[in-house]
């Protein structure tokens, strides 16, 4: 038996007072700012509202941050930010889905969630007299809660796999790829095993050849992680691997190392800002399928690396910058550092400005073999090369202007 019940904003909005005023509040305009709130379904559905298209024309702002759950679903952390006269007013909700969820059912919850979101915004102000929420919830929410068993215990596992054939008449590519995957994640806990391996085939007809080329690539991995909560602030844990890889000369790689993480902020705040340091140390042990550079067939190794992680959503824009070095403690010239970020800042009115940038010095290529890459491997990105350096930028401005509004969704010749 499904109840329904008819009330009142009032019940639902404490702080809420004012239902009739002598003249009609102007209509919200709302600004959406989210990459997982399915933009166009919000446009189409809530028609009691505009939608601008520039931040700085509305009156409530609002952003999304993302995240995996343990059970394989997703967290929607909707945020939304006054401005104007509604500039100290901001709220956070959140939207929860399961892995089994069509697009449908997890556009409806988004709607729901925003909806009531913006209702609040609208109460403020005093509600049209006729609008009437209709609350409807299962007959068992009328009870007592009660703790629904979860034969699993928290795990998920996840299988998935794929392959791809192409063939032209000098040219034939197959390969295939596959992983499987086991997590818990609690409060407390975070733990994730899983297994990958692909491989890549291809052959040429080459004009001044015999016989056709002929070249594999090939990886195995299975890693695992297991982190430890210790507060709002504090985390530990410890990762590993053990692997091949055609691509890295690793005819066998093992490792394992302890680590610990920091969090500036507390852990809650992530939807909104972040900003972690991390440190590990360990040790791992490589068999190789050539003699690298350093003469060696295989060896034992200890190496540290320590990070640092900001990341921010804000209506001015975003921001993601991190840093990271690693050495190898046998030989500290054996070392990476590596600078990279990417921004987006709404400069003006329809003005926004992006930069995404990455720089790294390489001194820690231990498992590059001792011969020169032919031409073949060179080409056809069959192993790791040598280089000092890694370097990659892009920036680009964006312009927009025209009409205040952007409330009809137009689905023809999508």
């Known amino acids: 038996m499904v109840h329904r019940v008819l009330l009142t904003l009032a019940l639902l909005l404490p702080g809420v007072t004012a239902f009739a005023q002598t003249a009609p509040a102007p209509r919200l305009r709302v600004f959406l700012d989210c990459g997982s709130c399915y933009q166009d379904y919000l446009r189409d559905q809530i028609k009691w509202v505009d939608f601008v298209r520039q931040p700085q024309d509305a009156d409530v702002h609002i952003l999304d941050n993302s995240n995996s759950t343990g059970g394989g679903g997703r967290e929607v952390v909707v945020r939304f930010v006054g401005n104007g006269r509604f500039r100290t007013v901001d709220r956070e909700l959140r939207v929860v889905t399961q892995a089994a969820d069509t697009d449908q059912r997890q556009r409806?919850?988004?709607?729901?969630?925003?909806?009531?979101?913006?209702?609040?915004?609208?109460?403020?102000?005093?509600?049209?007299?006729?609008?009437?929420?209709?609350?409807?919830?299962?007959?068992?929410?009328?009870?007592?809660?009660?703790?629904?068993?979860?034969?699993?215990?928290?795990?998920?596992?996840?299988?998935?796999?794929?392959?791809?054939?192409?063939?032209?008449?000098?040219?034939?590519?197959?390969?295939?790829?596959?992983?499987?995957?086991?997590?818990?994640?609690?409060?407390?806990?975070?733990?994730?095993?899983?297994?990958?391996?692909?491989?890549?085939?291809?052959?040429?007809?080459?004009?001044?050849?015999?016989?056709?080329?002929?070249?594999?690539?090939?990886?195995?991995?299975?890693?695992?992680?297991?982190?430890?909560?210790?507060?709002?602030?504090?985390?530990?844990?410890?990762?590993?691997?053990?692997?091949?890889?055609?691509?890295?000369?690793?005819?066998?790689?093992?490792?394992?190392?302890?680590?610990?993480?920091?969090?500036?902020?507390?852990?809650?705040?992530?939807?909104?800002?972040?900003?972690?340091?991390?440190?590990?140390?360990g040790i791992e042990r490589n068999r190789y399928n050539e003699i690298t550079l350093y003469d060696q067939e295989n060896e034992e190794l200890w190496r540290h690396s320590l990070e640092s992680v900001v990341e921010a959503e804000q209506p001015w824009g975003s921001l993601e910058a991190g840093v990271e070095f690693s050495q190898y403690l046998h030989d500290r010239s054996l070392y990476r550092v590596e600078v990279n970020g990417q921004t987006s800042i709404r400069i003006a009115r329809g003005l926004s400005f992006e930069l995404s940038a990455s720089i790294s010095r390489v001194r820690d290529q231990i498992t590059l073999p001792r011969r020169d890459a032919t031409d073949e491997e060179i080409l056809l990105r069959l192993r790791e090369l040598e280089s000092g350096y890694n370097v990659f930028s892009f920036v680009g401005i964006r312009y927009s202007f025209g009409s205040l509004f952007n409330n009809i969704v137009n689905p023809r010749f999508r």
């Open 108 to 281: 409806e919850l988004m709607l729901r969630t925003v909806s009531v979101g913006l209702l609040e915004y609208m109460a403020r102000e005093g509600l049209p007299s006729e609008l009437q929420v209709r609350v409807t919830t299962p007959a068992a929410a009328a009870g007592p809660a009660t703790v629904v068993g979860d034969p699993w215990n928290r795990w998920v596992f996840t299988i998935g796999g794929g392959g791809e054939y192409q063939d032209q008449e000098t040219q034939r590519e197959v390969s295939w790829r596959g992983n499987a995957s086991a997590d818990r994640v609690t409060d407390q806990w975070k733990i994730s095993f899983g297994v990958n391996g692909n491989e890549r085939r291809e052959r040429f007809e080459l004009d001044d050849e015999d016989e056709p080329l002929e070249v594999i690539r090939r990886e195995r991995r299975f890693e695992w992680f297991v982190a430890k909560s210790a507060g709002q602030h504090w985390s530990f844990g410890a990762d590993g691997r053990v692997g091949t890889s055609t691509f890295s000369n690793l005819g066998f790689s093992v490792r394992a190392a302890p680590a610990v993480e920091f969090s500036i902020f507390p852990y809650r705040d992530y939807a909104s800002k972040r900003w972690v340091i991390k440190y590990d140390v």
